[in-house]
């Protein structure tokens, strides 16, 4: 199926907000965003993601869209996730260049100015770098600094210190991620890995505006592991050291046994060793077989080759046919 002429004309800018549950939030945003991009772009549109809201998102987009019809909506047929709804934005956003913010008005509208201005001087990625994390907890701020101090160390790409989801991408960039269908999403090791001309610009996170974060603490731990397991094997290979200085150590003990019997004679071992002995190595067994569960566990989601999202409501956006988003992608990657 053909986009319409009025939806296949590119705009300048394209600005991707995942959303969920944020109808208090979005009023406020689209005000001050539509007067940031009416004052730094020739042309621009605005696409809300609404992953599944149960309250009444969907109801006020629909409104905000008969008022101005540059703000476009994709309504997802439940709740996927923000890794997911980002992407379905992605693959709808038609600007020259596409930014990527929160609906909870902690990435300031205000920010993108710059954002444009680094973008013309020939940057292709151009990130907003955290100064603090003052909005966040302390357990979540030390949570999230030991987990990209783990990742720097183990993972695959380096993730610029205090990047996060709120960027601007050029074209080709958005292009690249495009390419890339995994449903175990990590999009800051996503962004980082596409590689292309980067700059950071340094930002305050403000408070949230209205509710709270939907972000708790298991979620985190979740998404901690997909971005862990999408850019490293290290937690695969550990097994093979620890197994291999787990025999070096039973080697060595077994000779150390062999000789005192033979100098001292058979003694009757201990049972609390013997039980503390089969419980550790048991729980080593099932931790690691855990570990290959988690993998094998994404490599099952990724076979089934189920789409990443399904949409329930467009408005302002005609629905890409599979065939179609796919030579769309090809041909924007070339």
């Given at each position: ?159 610029p210190e205090g990047a996060g989801d709120f960027r601007l991408l050029d074209a080709k960039a958005v292009a690249a991620l495009r390419m890339m269908r995994e449903h175990a999403r990590f999009s800051k090791g996503l962004y980082a890995w596409i ?123 005609t629905p890409l046919a599979p065939d179609e988003l796919s030579l769309r992608r090809r041909r924007d990657w070339v």
């Amino acid at each position: 199926m053909m986009r319409s002429d009025a939806v296949m004309a590119e705009a300048e800018l394209s600005v991707v907000v995942p959303s969920f549950n944020e109808s208090a939030n979005l009023r406020p945003l689209i005000e001050r965003l539509t007067a940031v991009l009416e004052s730094c772009a020739r042309s621009f549109e605005i696409i809300v993601v609404d992953d599944g809201s149960t309250d009444d998102t969907l109801e006020f987009l629909r409104k905000a869209h008969d008022g101005d019809p540059r703000i476009r909506v994709i309504a997802l047929s439940r709740n996927f996730g923000k890794e997911i709804a980002i992407a379905a934005g992605l693959d709808h956003a038609s600007g020259a260049a596409t930014i990527i913010m929160d609906a909870d008005l902690q990435h300031p509208p205000e920010m993108i100015t710059s954002f444009v201005e680094k973008w013309r001087e020939g940057y292709k990625n151009v990130y907003g770098q955290r100064v603090d994390r003052g909005a966040d907890s302390a357990l979540r701020r030390i949570l999230t600094q030991r987990f990209y101090q783990l990742f720097g160390s183990v993972g695959e790409t380096r993730l610029p210190e205090g990047a996060g989801d709120f960027r601007l991408l050029d074209a080709k960039a958005v292009a690249a991620l495009r390419m890339m269908r995994e449903h175990a999403r990590f999009s800051k090791g996503l962004y980082a890995w596409i590689g292309f001309k980067s700059i950071g610009v340094p930002f305050d996170v403000a408070p949230r505006q209205a509710g709270h974060s939907k972000f708790s603490y298991r979620k985190l731990t979740h998404f901690a592991l997909d971005g862990l397991m999408s850019f490293t094997t290290m937690p695969l290979k550990i097994w093979t050291y620890i197994g291999l200085a787990i025999s070096v150590f039973a080697l060595g003990l077994a000779s150390f046994y062999v000789i005192r019997t033979m100098i001292w004679g058979v003694d009757v071992p201990g049972y609390a060793s013997l039980i503390v002995s089969i419980t550790f190595f048991a729980g080593i067994q099932l931790l690691s077989l855990g570990i290959l569960g988690e993998y094998i566990g994404r490599i099952f989601a990724e076979v089934k080759r189920r789409p990443l999202y399904v949409v329930e409501e467009r408005l302002g956006l005609t629905p890409l046919a599979p065939d179609e988003l796919s030579l769309r992608r090809r041909r924007d990657w070339v």
